[in-house]
């Protein structure tokens, strides 16, 4: 009887009843699945902005390198790829008319310009390419070109011995950058500016 008493008096009193263990144990599982949902896609929005950051800034970089790049050989004297006779060579000397000679050096992850004056650096710049990138200098001496060949992380290439093609002449690889300018251009033009301005004297002399 005093058991049946005191369970009337806690309804009488309005007494809530409790919370099982089974639904405790249900509430954290939901709360630990959309805490995990949420931190992934935290986690995927920050990858994304970081990925388009550093192509932001790639882009930015490479636009400048390459500006830099066509405006050394357009106005070069004459250039010469170290070491020679080789596949990839890795180095790019310019000689300009006014005696500058600027350095272009591929390094492990970046790609280095050296500006020079009778054996002083007037200025260096440096470049840096994605990991894992390839980089080499090319010349084509029948084109009177040079230029920076990039190939990107992954990209294939087929074998020169079994492609039948020389390096200069190749299909380029999928997302391979390349850079490729007249050698004095600026120079050549403006020598011919400057003989047709001794021709216009004298005719009118």
Partial sequence: ???????????????????????????MAIATVLMGLSMTTLHTIMRAERESSEAVWLGASFQRFSR????????AESVQLEPEKVANPKTLVIQKPDGEQITWRIEEFRIDRVVTREGKVLHEDMFYVPAGSEAHFIQQQRLNQAGISIREPGSPVLPDKESGNTPESRPRAAHELAVLST??????????????????????N
């Fill in 68 to 75: 830099l790049f066509r405006d050394d050989i357009h106005a």
């Fill in 183 to 204: 050698i004095g251009r600026d120079y050549r033009l403006t020598q011919i500016s400057f003989e047709q301005s001794e021709k216009e004297t004298n005719q009118t």
């Fill in 1 to 27: 009887m005093r058991r049946r008493g005191f369970m009337i008096s806690i309804r009488q009193h309005g007494i809530p009843p409790g919370i099982s263990l089974v639904e405790v144990v249900v509430a």
